[in-house]
C-alpha cells in the first residue's frame, strides 16, 4: 500500500518501454537513451582500440617493434574519443535537466484599485 504522498508520484523504474510509454510525459526518455549511447560508445571505442592493437601487433610482427610505439597512441586517442562522447553525453543531460519554475500565481479577483492623481507642484 502507497503513502498518501506516493500517490501520484511517478514510479522510480528507468524502463525505456515503461518511458516511452509514459502518456503523461512524468519521465523523461532522454537519461535512459543517452545511458544507451554512452554504453554503445563504450562498446565500439572498446573494440576499437583492441583492433588498432592488434593492427600495431600485426605491422610489428613484420616491420619491428619499433611500432610499439604507436600502441599508446592508440590506446590515447580511444581515451579522448571516449571522452568527448562523455561530454556530449553530459551536455545533453543538462540541457534537458534545466527546469523552468512554475509561473506566479495570477492576484486574486478583487474590487478596481482606483489611484488619484498627483498633488500639482507648489502646493
Avoid at 518501454?17 to 545511458?35: H, S, Y
Avoid at 562498446?43 to 599508446?72: D, N, T
Avoid at 474590487?111 to 502646493?123: F, K, N
Wanted: overall charge positive; charged content about 10%.
Amino acid at each position: 500500500m502507497l503513502s498518501p504522498d506516493q500517490h501520484n508520484r511517478p514510479r522510480e523504474g528507468s524502463s525505456l518501454v515503461g518511458a516511452l510509454l509514459d502518456v503523461k510525459f512524468e519521465r523523461q526518455v532522454t537519461p535512459i537513451l543517452v545511458r544507451w549511447v554512452y554504453l554503445a560508445a563504450l562498446v565500439v571505442v572498446g573494440f576499437g582500440v583492441l583492433f588498432g592493437l592488434l593492427w600495431v601487433w600485426s605491422f610489428a610482427s613484420w616491420m619491428g617493434a619499433a611500432i610499439w610505439l604507436a600502441a599508446p597512441i592508440v590506446i590515447g586517442l580511444g581515451l579522448v574519443v571516449l571522452l568527448v562522447v562523455r561530454i556530449a553525453c553530459e551536455r545533453v543531460l543538462a540541457s534537458f535537466r534545466v527546469r523552468v519554475p512554475p509561473p506566479a500565481p495570477a492576484p486574486a479577483p478583487g474590487p478596481p484599485v482606483q489611484y488619484a492623481p498627483p498633488p500639482p507642484p507648489g502646493r
